[in-house]
């Protein structure tokens, strides 16, 4: 299931910082760790023709485009996820990714909420 783009309810992604703080705001409420965690799979001719790319060197475009969309992905959820405990705003936002298994891999995008005021 794909999150990307947001639903409506989530939060706008100018109010999402890998800092401590959002400069403007004051933090008012911190409600906690949220995340959004995608599990991809690499399609098989994809992989195919990521291969064929590694000949001519260069951007492997197929995983570039894959990746790209699972962090979309992740960060989507992650948003939803604050957005529906209450909060307009996430702080020091990461991702994480590992490799679950040979051609699975697995991206956490997370920080911590918290209910934010203009100054």
């Known amino acids: 299931m794909s999150t990307y783009p947001p639903p409506s309810s989530s939060i ?7 800092a401590l ?6 933090i008012v409420q911190n409600i906690g760790v949220v995340r959004g965690i ?3 799979s690499r399609n098989v001719l ?3 023709g990521a291969g064929l790319q590694t000949i001519v060197g260069g951007d492997i475009t197929l995983f570039t485009e894959l990746c790209e969309k699972t962090r979309q992905d992740s960060f989507a959820m992650m948003t939803l996820h604050a957005a529906q405990l209450g909060a307009n705003a996430v702080i020091a936002f990461r991702y994480d990714a590992n490799e679950l298994m040979n051609g699975v891999t697995e991206v956490l995008a997370y920080g911590t909420a918290v209910i934010v005021e203009k100054h």
Not at 12 to 18: R, Y
Not at 21 to 26: D, S
């Open 12 to 18: 706008n992604p100018a109010f999402v910082t890998s």
């Open 21 to 26: 703080e959002l400069p403007g705001f004051r």
């Open 46 to 48: 994809a992989t195919i």
């Open 38 to 40: 995608v599990v991809r």
